[in-house]
């Protein structure tokens, strides 16, 4: 790993001092919006409202349909952070940067992260438009020890060797569950494992075939690294992928995948995801024991 790849303590602390000399706002939630899922940050009451550029040590955000804003408010009277935007490692990013986010996040008192992405589907039950709560994933990349969490251990983010067996939260996927439920969308949603692949190019017929066989429900191009350190550092994760197009195995299917058609599916179901991350947030106990208000 080169030394540009390291980031230290103090520049997590850095960032963290100058976020809380610019906002009252002491999150305990922390959102990060997937392709074309920024609506998520607009339910936020009293938002204060960052680009990327200014806020020190944060990379810059280049993908279309992620705007590069760091959002701080309320949600059913619960203090959250939204990422506008997330980094990718096809961006060129190290993932000590992709990540950096979550550990600020930590430095600021947040005890839960819910992620989104925008992913194909691989299971042949899967629509597109479906929601996905993502059960366990497949971390594609770090089979080769390419991982936020290479490089010297800072024990005081955690351990060496974290467990990753219970990467997320039973108890938030359950209420999840029963809040489709009352919202009546439980027919388009899904529970089901994502699979990180680097990207940034879309599947072959032979890898979707690949990942098809290895069980994989959806496969994205992020998630993963969050999520590692977000454990890593004690946080609760929950997940939810956005159906955005069906991953082709055939060699007859004519069907290509582009990005704007995952923006276009991101939109027309950006909405829902914000009911349903809306009507978490205002159920979820915030101090990290998992049990309803
Ligand atoms: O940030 P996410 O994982 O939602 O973005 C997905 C994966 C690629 O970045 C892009 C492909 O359309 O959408
Ligand atoms: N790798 C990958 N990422 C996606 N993001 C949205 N759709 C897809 C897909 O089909 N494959």
Redesign the pocket.
């Known amino acids: 790993m080169h030394k540009k790849d390291m980031v230290s303590y103090g520049d997590y602390q850095r960032t963290a001092e100058w976020i809380l000399s610019h906002t009252k706002h002491q999150p305990k939630v922390a959102i990060i919006c997937g392709?074309g899922l920024g609506l998520l940050a607009d339910g936020l009451q009293n938002p204060d409202s960052f680009p990327y550029s200014d806020i020190p040590g944060f990379p810059e955000s280049t993908v279309p349909g992620h705007a590069g804003r760091l959002v701080f408010g309320e949600l059913k009277g619960k203090t959250c952070v939204c990422m506008q935007g997330r980094f990718h490692m096809y961006e060129g990013h190290p993932l000590c940067k992709v990540t950096f986010p979550v550990r600020v996040f930590k430095l600021l008192g947040v005890e839960t992260l819910i992620v989104t992405?925008?992913?194909?589907?691989l299971a042949d039950s899967y629509n597109t438009g479906d929601i996905m709560i993502i059960r366990d994933h497949i971390n594609i990349p770090g089979f080769s020890s390419i991982s936020p969490l290479c490089g010297p251990n800072d024990e005081r983010f955690g351990p060496r060797f974290p467990a990753m067996s219970s990467a997320y939260d039973k108890d938030l996927y359950r209420l999840a569950l029963e809040i489709c439920k009352s919202l009546g969308i439980s027919h388009f949603v899904r529970e089901g494992v994502y699979?990180?692949?680097g990207?940034p190019?879309?599947?072959t017929i032979a890898e979707?075939r690949l990942l098809h066989k290895l069980g994989v429900d959806?496969?994205?191009?992020?998630t993963a690294p969050e999520v590692l350190v977000a454990n890593h550092c004690g946080m609760r994760v929950f997940g939810l992928s956005l159906?955005?197009?069906?991953?082709v195995k055939d060699y007859e299917d004519k069907e290509a995948?582009n990005?704007e058609g995952?923006l276009g599916v991101s939109n027309m179901r950006s909405q829902t995801l914000q009911m349903l991350v809306t009507e978490l947030v205002g159920l979820m106990d915030v101090n990290n024991n998992n049990s309803s208000e």
């Open positions: 392709s992405n925008a992913a194909g589907s699979c990180m692949v990207g190019n879309f599947e979707a959806a496969v994205g191009m992020s159906i955005t197009n069906r991953v995948v990005h995952v």
